[in-house]
């Protein structure tokens, strides 16, 4: 049927009405949402290299994010697949054993090994993973370490750029004179000190026999992570609270000899002196048998002996041994940890105080013999010590942070990881045998 002309005219003006909502509307909503995609895109790519960068940022700000920023990978986690629940640090740790493994062998189950690492990588770090290897592990370890400390995180920490590493003091007195009118008076020329700080290493070297196949190996790798953490911690404390470089008759093994090889033991010939040291052989006027059980006079007789170096309670504190921290809790002036409230911090190992003064407890801190000394083969009397130490006259220094390496040894079918780490300790005033600024009570019962 034909249609009339007025129909016609009406079905151009549809048509035309339809094609201009077409240029009005969807065209322009078409080109926003090509802008809004490449938008999002963008805003993707960023925030995926913002988060890369958050891993392997270790402070220095050399990774394109801001100077003192401490990554927070706490959600940085495998959600699923054979490694689910590994973050960063574990996925590096992997990282290492994978590429020492295919070093030596080339087979087809590394190979698999390898993409699947990878792929979990990915999903943490949105990038292969292999600069958290040198980068990020030991920055994040090292954070985990440094929390489990008791004794080091006492102490002002110096990252040390050369070894040996001189830290300038302050200024000796000045003297001052009575003032006349265009008189000049006596010029003063103030001592001048420094305090030299020089690492020596410490290094532990772990097998660890794997079959790659297996994925128990990924059970067995938090296990791994948290030794290295607890043992890194625990030898840091031992050696600023235990070190003697006098291998014979020391302070821990009296009656015998240690070597560099001698398991357990090894590690107290570092290189340099510890805290314990100075009152039982540098300067023993600072040391005092208590020859009975633990007392309030005890502790105060501790501050006497530091004089003015414990009159401040924010830098002297008291540290013992388990046993004795545990017959403290009945002294009537120690203040324990229901009474410290926030203050009680675990963290710290602070969980009480006397006269003011926190009250560390270290594992680190041994019973010894009624000499104060550690007896080998065993004390005739188990005995417990308190150490008094200003901690303002120490100072620690870090000339490498916790390192692991890792080989593949084909001949066992073993995993080598070797942990090293060099750190300095020394005293302020550099005069052992006359610092009055650490004191030591021994011979305590309980």
Sequence with gaps: MP????????????????????????????????????????????????????????????????????????????KSGPYAGCDVLDLAIMRSMQKAAASQVGSDSVRDWDIRLKGAMDSVTAGKGDEIVPSGMSSLLWNDVHQETKVAGLFNRIDMPTSPFDIPLQLGDVNWYPGSENTAVAESTPKTAKQTLTAHELVAEVPWSLTLEEDAVFAVLPEVRRTLVRNAAEVIDDVLLNADRTPGNGINADSTTITTSTAGMAHYL?????????????????????????????????????????????????????????????????????KLGPQATILTGQLATVYGHPLIVSGQMRLADADGKVTDGGNDTDRGRVLCVNTSQWRVGFRRDLMIETHRDIQKRQNVMVMSMRLAFAERTGDRANAEHTALAYNISH
């Design 3 to 78: 249609e009339t002309t007025q129909e016609i005219e009406l079905l151009k003006k549809e048509i035309a009405d339809v094609s201009t909502f077409v240029k009005e509307r969807v065209e322009p909503a078409q080109e926003e949402r090509v802008r809004l995609r490449k938008a999002i895109e963008a805003l993707t790519s960023e925030q995926r290299e913002y988060r890369r960068s958050a891993v392997l940022d270790d402070g220095s700000g050399l990774n394109n994010v801001g100077a003192g920023f401490k990554p927070a990978p706490t959600d940085q986690v495998v």
């Design 270 to 338: 570092i290189g340099f002196d510890g805290l314990l040291h100075l009152p039982l052989v540098d300067n023993t006027g600072q040391s005092k048998g208590i020859a009975g059980e633990i007392t309030a006079a005890a502790y105060l007789d501790l501050l006497k002996k530091l004089g003015k170096y414990g009159v401040n309670a924010r830098d002297t504190v008291f540290i013992t041994d388990v046993a004795t921290f545990v017959s403290s809790l009945g002294i009537s002036s120690v203040e324990t940890v229901d």
